[in-house]
DNA sequence: CCGACTTTGTAGAACGTTCTCCACGATGGG
DNA sequence: CCCATCGTGGAGAACGTTCTACAAAGTCGG
C-alpha cells in the first residue's frame, strides 16, 4: 500500500559502531549529558558528523524530550500573532527547540483538540495565545507539561502567563481622545467566552480600564461586543452609527475590527477622521500601512513572544518550579485616524 | 529535574485489559484494520471511551503513521497563507489528522532546518509553500515522504504541485492597464533565489507573462526587484518613482509589496489613482479592506490550500503514486486603486 | 596497600505503538 | 471425513531513543 521505500534512516546504533562505543554513550553526547571524556565526545560527534546522522523525534519522544514547543493561535489572519511569534523564534534561535504552530481557529472545541494533539505528540512545552478554551482544560494541561498562557490575565501556580496591561492601554486611548475633546467615546471588545471560566480576558481588563477612565474624565461609558474580525466591526460599527446619538470617536479591541468600523463609516458616508475618530489595539503592521494610518496602541508583541520563550524554556530544563507572570506596559501610537471632532 | 509529576497516560495496554482482548486487537481497531469482528470493535471502542483513551502519537511514529501534515511557510506575515491553510483545515477537518505549520523566515537554511525537523518528527506529508531551499533539497525530502510544492511551476515525479496560471494573471493585469491607457507599467517581482535551481518561481513565472503581455501590446516591459515585503515594495517603489520618465502604472506581485509603494507615492506627494495606478497580487484581506482599495488578483487560496490537503492525502494514504499538478485560474479584482493616467 | 570514592563507559530494560506471523475454529468442496 | 480456505484473534518482535543500574579502572587519604 505505502508506495515509497524509504532509504533506511541513520540511527544512533550506526553512529555507536562507526565510534566504536555503546548506543548509551552516544546518547550521553546527544543530550550532553555527564559523564563522556572529552575524547569520546569528540569521537561521537565525528562520526555523527561523517553519517549525517539527525536524531528522530519520535523515537526521543518515548523516553525523553522532542525538543518541540508547540504554539496554540486561533487565526492566521491576526498579524499580532507573527509579532509574538518573530519574538518566540528569535529566543529560540541557536537552541535545539523547533516551534511547530496550531492554527486551530475560534471554536473551543477545536482549539482543545489542537492542545490535546500537541500534548500526545509529546511536545515539551506549550505557549497558548488567548486560549478559547476553557480555563480547567487549561489547568490540566498545564498540570502534565510546563505552559505559558498569553493574553489572559488570570494568574495560576501552575502556568506562567505574559500579558499587556490592557487596562492602562484603555486608558491611553480615553485620555487621548478625551484631551483632542472627544465626549462621546464608545468601546469595541470581543465577547466573552460563554462558560470558560476565565474572567480576565484581555478584552474584560480591556473594558475595565475603559470605564475607568471614562469615568474618570465624567463621561458615559458605552461598549458594544464585537468580534475581533472585519465582519465583527463592521456590523458593530454599523449599528453604533446607525443610532441618533452616535459616538464621534469608537475604540476598538483589535485593528483588524478597527477597519472593519472604518468600512462601516464609509458606507455611511462619514469621513475619518473629520466624523469619527478611530483608534485600534495591536498597533499590527496593518495600522502603519500608508492608506490606512489608523491610531493604534503597540503592545510589544516581539517582546512578549521573547518574554514566553524563555520562561518556558525555563521550566522545560527544570531551571524555575514557581509560577511566574510578566506584563508589559502599552504605548499609544498616534497617527492619522484620530483628530478633534468637528463640532468642537 | 524535571519537576512534574505527570499522571501516568492511558495506554493500549489498559484498553486491551478493560476490554479484555489483545493488544493487538486494539490497535487493530485503532487503525481500523482488517481482522475484527464488530462486536470486538464495539467492546475495544466503548473501553477506549470509559479509559479516555487517546493514542501516543509519538509511540505510534515509530511504526507507523504520526496522522500529521506538516506546512512550511516562511512568515506569518502574508495573510495569503492564511487563505490557504483554511482551505488546508477546511479540507481535513473531520478527518484524524492534525496539521501543524512552521514559520521558518526567509533564510534557505532556516527553511531547510525546519523542512528536517518536520521530517525527524515522522510526519506523514508536507505542504511546502514556496520553498526557499534548493529543488535539489525538496526532491530528497519528496523522496522520504510525500510531498506538495504549492507555488513553484517546476514540475518533478516525486511531488505533487499546486499552482497559479501566473502568467495569466500577469497578463490581465496588463490588459486592465493598458485598456485604461496606460503605456508605461512597470512590474516589480521579488528577486530569484541564488543557486536554489528552481527554474519556475511564481516571480518568474509572473515576469514571463507581464513581459509577454507588454511584447503583445507593443509596450516596453520594465520589471525591477523587490522583496515580497513593506519595506522591499517602498525601496523599489521610491527608486521607480524618483526617476524621470516614472511609470504612470505599477503592478507588484505581492499586496504587501504593492502597499510599500503606496508608501514611497505617498512621500513623493504622488496621489493614488491620480498620478499612479497601483496593482498588487494575491488579493489578501488587507486589498479589499476599506481604507486600501487596492485592485489585485485572486488567486483562490482556499481553494489551493484544500487542493493541496486532498492531493496529499491521496499519496498518504497510497491511493495514488503518481505525481501530478494542478493550476488555479487567476480573477482580476478591480477597486479603486487603478484609473486612465491623468495624460491621457 | 587498603578501602572509599570518583570517573568513564556499558548492558539492557523500558517507552507505546504497529505489524508480521501464527493458531484456532468454522466452513465447504471433493 | 479430509484437507484447503477463510475469518478472527493473539504473541511477540520490532522501532530508535533514554536512562537506571552497575562494572571497571583510576585516584587518594591514611
Redesign the pocket.
Known amino acids: 500500500m505505502e508506495p515509497t521505500k524509504r532509504p ?2 541513520v ?3 550506526d553512529v555507536a559502531a562507526r565510534a566504536g ?5 552516544v ?2 553526547v ?2 550532553n ?1 555527564y ?3 572529552p ?2 565526545q569528540e569521537r561521537v560527534r565525528a562520526a555523527m558528523a561523517e553519517l549525517d ?1 539527525r ?2 523525534a519520535a ?2 519522544g ?3 524530550r522532542t525538543y518541540t514547543i508547540g504554539v496554540l493561535l486561533d487565526s492566521l489572519r491576526n498579524t499580532f500573532f507573527a509579532d509574538i511569534l518573530d519574538g518566540v523564534q528569535q529566543q529560540l534561535r541557536g537552541s535545539d527547540y523547533t516551534v511547530l504552530i496550531g492554527a486551530a481557529g475560534f471554536g473551543a472545541a477545536e482549539q482543545a483538540r489542537t492542545v490535546q494533539s500537541m500534548v500526545d505528540r509529546q511536545m515539551d512545552g506549550l505557549i497558548l495565545i488567548a486560549p478559547g478554551t476553557s480555563r480547567a482544560e487549561v489547568l490540566a494541561t498545564a498540570e502534565t507539561l510546563p505552559t505559558v498562557v498569553i493574553g489572559h490575565h488570570d494568574t495560576a501556580a501552575v502556568h506562567d502567563s505574559v500579558v499587556d496591561a490592557d487596562d492602562q492601554g484603555a486608558a491611553l486611548v480615553v485620555d487621548h481622545l478625551a484631551a483632542l475633546g472627544h465626549r462621546r467615546i464608545a468601546l469595541l471588545a470581543a465577547p466573552g467566552l460563554k462558560g470558560s471560566q476565565w474572567k480576565l480576558t484581555p478584552e474584560a481588563v480591556l473594558a475595565k480600564g475603559y470605564t475607568a477612565a471614562m469615568k474618570r474624565h465624567g463621561l458615559a461609558p458605552q461598549a458594544l461586543a464585537a468580534a475581533y474580525s472585519e465582519e465583527g466591526g463592521y456590523e458593530a460599527g454599523k449599528r453604533l452609527l446607525g443610532a441618533a446619538d452616535r459616538p464621534t470617536a469608537i475604540m476598538a479591541g483589535a485593528d483588524v475590527a478597527a477597519l472593519g468600523v472604518y468600512r462601516a463609516a464609509a458606507e455611511l458616508g462619514l469621513d475619518i477622521p473629520g466624523d469619527l475618530s478611530l483608534v485600534g489595539y495591536n498597533d499590527t503592521a496593518i495600522a502603519a500601512l500608508a492608506p490606512v494610518q489608523l491610531t493604534s496602541v503597540d503592545q510589544a508583541g516581539t517582546t512578549m513572544g521573547a518574554t514566553a520563550a524563555r520562561m518556558l524554556l525555563e521550566r522545560v530544563e527544570g531551571r524555575r518550579t514557581r509560577a511566574m507572570q510578566t506584563a508589559m506596559t502599552p504605548r499609544l501610537v498616534v497617527r492619522s485616524s484620530t483628530a478633534a471632532p468637528r463640532t468642537g
Chains 1, 2 share one sequence.
Open positions: 533506511k534512516r540511527t544512533i546504533t562505543v555503546s548506543t548509551a554513550a546518547s550521553k546527544l543530550r549529558a559523564g563522556v571524556s575524547a569520546m546522522y536524531p528522530h523515537a526521543r518515548m523516553r525523553g
